[in-house]
């Protein structure tokens, strides 16, 4: 991994900042007043996993409790959050009938246990689970493939290269590519999003204590190299889709042959230039701002700039980096003096 945060461009020397970010693959119960905005209905308190793939860029999942006693589901795609029944998601990760399902949400209470220090279940849990399954009835999805159905409809238009597809193929390649992508077994994410709702209910009967997002175990640091990766390839996926489109364009309309050859190919590149794809890079590196239409997830707040100007970086925050510049303590300590001392 690259772990080069030093660049000089157009004369100025910048930085990118280690961003401090959720821990990956640990489900955080919260609490914000925010929460309520999103729709009418919707509480304050949600369940949040930042779920990693290999290649370090990841999918923040999140669990929304609302105050009827139902869940929704959000996860991002392209910048914006897209919702669904917590109920649909779990008939659709694997073949259950309705007593599984409530049987895998009860299963954290037992009557013999009420009271007792370090019981997580209460009563309201089966109650809870019927409403869950209550809301797949008045939607009449009842198995497996319904659900799949359901969301593939929803979400056909924003799969790219799967719009002649069936809708099952599209809700199968939604759950792969949205859904706790840092496991690759259905089985895996439909006991994960079991015991997310289980942590749930038990923040909403205060049962459990709140996570601490400020707290060092429930932090990561998003380093330079992860961060530039991440943005490459999301870029590369874009301008990959978009090429994609067009050659599909030409082919269908069948305006002149395209034999596919090498030179062909390049000829058709060159009309939807590859240069876009280093100029995000550029732009991220000047500005220290990401482009929205991009499925990054990183704080973009001005204050949060990915990079800085190293003479307006204050020394005490600009010091971490430059500890893995300069392994040898006097040359660091040099460098630092000498940052301090220019006017």
């Given at each position: 991994m690259l772990l080069i945060r030093y660049f000089i461009l157009k004369g100025l020397e910048r930085v990118v900042r280690l961003l401090v970010i959720q821990k990956r693959n640990y489900p955080m119960s919260m609490v914000r007043s925010s929460f309520r905005g999103i729709k009418e209905g919707y509480s304050d308190k949600a369940v949040s996993i930042r779920c990693v793939r290999d290649d370090q860029s990841s999918v923040t999942v999140r669990l929304y409790y609302l105050n009827n006693g139902s869940a929704r589901l959000g996860f991002w795609i392209r910048g914006r959050e897209y919702l669904l029944p917590v109920g649909v998601v779990l008939k659709a990760l694997r073949d259950s009938t309705d007593h599984e399902v409530y049987v895998a949400l009860t299963c954290s209470y037992n009557e013999k246990f009420q009271g007792v220090k370090g019981a997580i279940g209460t009563q309201l849990v089966g109650e809870r689970a019927k409403i869950i399954l209550d809301e797949l009835h008045g939607l009449s999805l009842l198995t497996h493939h319904q659900c799949l159905d359901h969301i593939g409809g929803y979400f056909q238009p924003l799969m790219y290269g799967l719009e002649k597809e069936s809708f099952s193929v599209v809700g199968e390649a939604v759950?792969?590519?949205?859904?706790?992508?840092?496991?690759?077994?259905?089985?895996?994410?439909?006991?994960?999003?079991?015991?997310?709702?289980?942590?749930?209910?038990?923040?909403i009967d205060q049962t459990?204590?709140?996570?601490?997002?400020?707290?060092?175990?429930?932090?990561?640091?998003?380093?330079?190299?992860?961060?530039?990766?991440?943005v490459l390839k999301a870029k590369l996926e874009d301008w990959l889709a978009s090429s994609k489109q067009e050659l599909i364009k030409v082919i269908e309309e069948g305006k002149k042959s395209i034999s596919l050859s090498v030179e062909d190919i390049k000829?058709?590149?060159?009309?939807?230039?590859?240069?876009?794809?280093?100029?995000?890079?550029?732009?991220?590196?000047?500005?220290?701002?990401?482009?929205?239409?991009?499925?990054?997830?990183?704080?973009?707040?001005?204050?949060q700039a990915t990079s800085h100007v190293i003479l307006k970086c204050p020394p005490l925050i600009f010091g971490p980096h430059v500890h893995t510049w300069f392994p040898d303590t006097f040359l660091r300590a040099n460098f630092l003096g000498c940052l301090i001392s220019i006017p």
């Open positions: 759950l792969k590519k949205f859904i706790f992508v840092h496991l690759h077994n259905n089985h895996k994410k439909f006991n994960l999003l079991i015991f997310m709702l289980q942590k749930l209910f038990s923040l459990s204590v709140l996570d601490n997002p400020d707290a060092l175990q429930n932090q990561e640091v998003l380093q330079a190299g992860q961060l530039i990766a991440v000829v058709f590149l060159r009309k939807n230039t590859p240069r876009s794809v280093s100029t995000v890079i550029e732009t991220m590196l000047k500005t220290g701002n990401i482009s929205k239409d991009l499925s990054v997830e990183v704080p973009q707040s001005p204050e």
